[in-house]
C-alpha cells in the first residue's frame, strides 16, 4: 500500500475511534534523552504519531473551584479512550507489516522527577499540534488545552508536521484562575512544584483520587466551541 493511502486509513481509523486531532513528529528532531524508553526503541521507531481526543466543555463548566468526580471519571474515560485508539492503531499498523508501540496516555513512571515513557506535550508541539501554553500545556488553536494526547511509535515513514510558530499572544486567562499561583508570564517559569502541592491538597480534600485539577483547563478553550 503507498504512503498516502496508509496516512489516509490512518487518519480515518484515529477519526472514526475519537481523535479530534492526528499529527506526525520525528523523534530525531526533539530531546529524548529523559524519555524512560530503550534507547534501541526509540532508534527503532522514530516516527511517532500523536492523537488529542477532545474534553467535554460542560464537563469543565460545570467543575466547581476544585477537581470534582464527574471531572475526575470522565479524564479517566478520555484516557482509557486514547489508550484504546493507540492499541487500535498499533493492531492496525502491525497488521499491515510495521512495528508500533502505544505509549500510556496517562503513566507517570517516576513521581520524584515526573517522569514518563516520553513526553506526549513535546511530541504533539513538534506534530504542529499547538504550543506550550502559560498553563504549562499544549495549547491547540481549535480547543485549547481542552484535549488530552496520547502517542504511538512507530517505524512507518510518515511525513512529519511543522511545530506552529505561536504562542498565547495576549491571552491571560488561565493565570488568575489558578489556586496555586503556579501560572507566570512565560511558559518557562511555570511553578510546577507549587501546581504539584495544590494537586495533592486536592486529593488530601477526597475531592478527587487522582492529581488533577481542570481549572487552567477550562480557562483555555481555544477558537472552536
Ligand atoms: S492544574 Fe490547577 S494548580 Fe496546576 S497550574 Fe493548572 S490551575 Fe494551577
Ligand atoms: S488560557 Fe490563554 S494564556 Fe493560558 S494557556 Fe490558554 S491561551 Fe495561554
Request: overall charge neutral; some cysteine.
Amino acid at each position: 500500500m503507498s504512503l498516502i493511502r496508509l496516512r489516509t486509513e490512518l487518519e480515518s481509523l484515529a477519526r472514526t475511534r475519537g481523535a479530534a486531532l492526528i499529527g506526525v513528529a520525528d523523534l530525531r528532531k526533539i530531546r529524548t534523552d529523559d524519555f524512560i524508553l530503550p534507547r534501541n526503541t526509540l532508534d527503532r521507531l522514530p516516527y511517532a504519531i500523536t492523537l488529542a481526543v477532545r474534553l467535554a466543555r460542560e464537563i469543565l463548566d460545570a467543575l466547581p473551584d476544585h477537581p470534582d468526580l464527574l471531572y475526575e471519571h470522565h479524564y479517566r474515560q478520555v484516557n482509557f479512550t486514547l489508550d484504546r485508539i493507540a492499541l487500535d492503531i498499533t493492531i492496525w499498523l502491525q497488521h499491515n507489516d510495521y512495528r508500533a508501540l502505544p505509549v500510556p496516555a496517562s503513566q507517570i513512571v517516576d513521581w520524584q522527577n515526573q517522569r514518563a515513557h516520553l513526553s506526549h506535550k513535546r511530541i504533539a508541539i513538534e506534530a504542529g499540534l499547538g504550543w506550550l501554553g502559560r498553563n504549562n500545556l499544549l495549547v491547540t488553536p481549535e480547543y485549547g488545552a481542552q484535549v488530552r494526547l496520547v502517542t504511538i511509535l512507530t517505524d512507518l515513514e510518515l511525513e512529519p508536521g511543522t511545530p506552529l510558530n505561536r504562542n498565547c499572544g495576549e491571552c491571560r486567562n488561565c493565570i488568575s484562575v489558578c489556586p496555586a499561583g503556579a501560572i507566570r508570564e512565560k511558559p518557562e517559569d511555570f511553578d510546577h512544584q507549587a501546581c504539584f502541592e495544590k494537586l495533592r491538597e486536592f486529593q488530601c480534600q477526597h475531592f478527587v483520587h487522582q492529581f488533577i485539577c481542570g481549572l487552567c483547563v477550562r480557562a483555555c478553550p481555544g477558537s472552536r466551541d
